[in-house]
């Protein structure tokens, strides 16, 4: 009864989404996120490369990585339809997706990515966050996701961002480096 009443409430928020905040804009935008997405996060890998902050972009590169390992294999055994399965009304606005609906992988690999940055550039969150917050909604609006799919997509990708922070804090050695030390600093033999 419960999980009924949530999933007319989530096809109900779908169709608000995908039918009634119809614009050209978003209909322009939107469904180019489905690739920009991907370039996007690696190019930022890439940019921390550039910028001399390696262990950044492996963290990064690892947490995403990571992130896929746990989310896809949710997917499969949930195995929610996608809402053009099952409501004939959709309004589809790219490819069809090859795997099912719940968690969306998009926004998972978005916040996941946005909480790994946020913790070593704060003044960068605001900006990743915001982007995240539009892949999440051009998700539902190009008619692959429900709310209901983006929601546990951020919550899945906050928990496993916080989680690969707490382990790359445990191995200092691998992800971040120690101070140099000068010459003055070093201990006399």
Do not use: C, Q
């Amino acid at each position: 009864m419960i999980l009924e009443y949530l999933e007319s409430v989530d096809s109900a928020a779908f169709l608000y989404i995908n039918h009634d905040l119809t614009n050209p804009l978003f209909d322009a935008v939107f469904p180019a996120l489905r690739w920009f997405t991907y370039v996007f996060w690696f190019l930022l890998i890439v940019y921390f490369w550039m910028k001399n902050e390696r262990k950044l972009a492996l963290l990064l590169a690892v947490s995403i990585g990571v992130g896929a390992l746990v989310t896809y294999p949710i997917k499969f055994i949930i195995d929610r339809a996608r809402p053009y399965d099952v409501i004939d009304s959709t309004r589809l606005l790219t490819p069809t997706e090859f795997d099912p609906s719940f968690p969306s992988g998009h926004v998972e690999m978005s916040f996941l990515a946005s909480t790994v940055v946020s913790r070593f550039h704060p003044e960068y969150g605001k900006y990743l966050y915001a982007f995240s917050f539009v892949v999440a909604l051009s998700r539902v609006y190009v008619g692959v996701h429900y709310p209901g799919d983006v929601i546990a997509g951020i919550i899945v990708g906050i928990v496993i961002g916080k989680l690969m922070i707490k382990v790359a804090e445990r191995n200092r050695n691998i992800f971040f480096e120690d101070p140099p030390v000068s010459e003055f600093e070093k201990p006399m033999p």
